[in-house]
């Protein structure tokens, strides 16, 4: 069982950037892939990042990248923008892809507010 868990979000003005943590434990972290998600107000959870993969919405702005030695993922973003407002999830797969179902383990989240 592997239990991840999230931290950095906060509020941030447009133009701004954050870099989200997201610890992993109880398990062989090397052996996962990690992606991120979003979920907005009223919207489904959409993809955002894992490993080369990005979202049309995020390319060139967002940054996934981990260290295997301190159990952690990361996802820097810069350029923020409202529209980037949402809790982001991190979650672990066993292999590196877009499809939220094809991810076995989730954090709990952490809320990304973006102001104008």
């Known amino acids: 069982q592997v239990q991840l868990v999230e931290s950095g979000g906060g509020l941030v003005q447009a133009g701004g950037s954050l870099r989200l943590s997201c610890a992993a434990s109880g398990g062989t972290f090397s052996t996962y892939a990690m992606g991120w998600f979003r979920q907005a107000p009223g919207k489904e959870r959409e993809f955002v990042a894992a490993?080369?993969y990005y979202a049309d919405s995020v390319k060139g702005r967002f940054t996934i990248f981990r260290d295997n030695a301190k159990n952690t993922v990361y996802l820097q973003m810069k350029s923020l923008k409202p529209e980037d407002t949402a809790v982001y999830y991190c979650?672990?797969?066993?292999?590196?892809?877009?499809?939220?179902?094809?991810?076995?383990?989730w954090g709990q989240g952490t809320q990304v507010t973006v102001s104008s």
């Open positions: 490993r080369a």
């Open positions: 979650a672990a797969s066993r292999a590196a892809t877009r499809e939220r179902g094809q991810y076995d383990y």
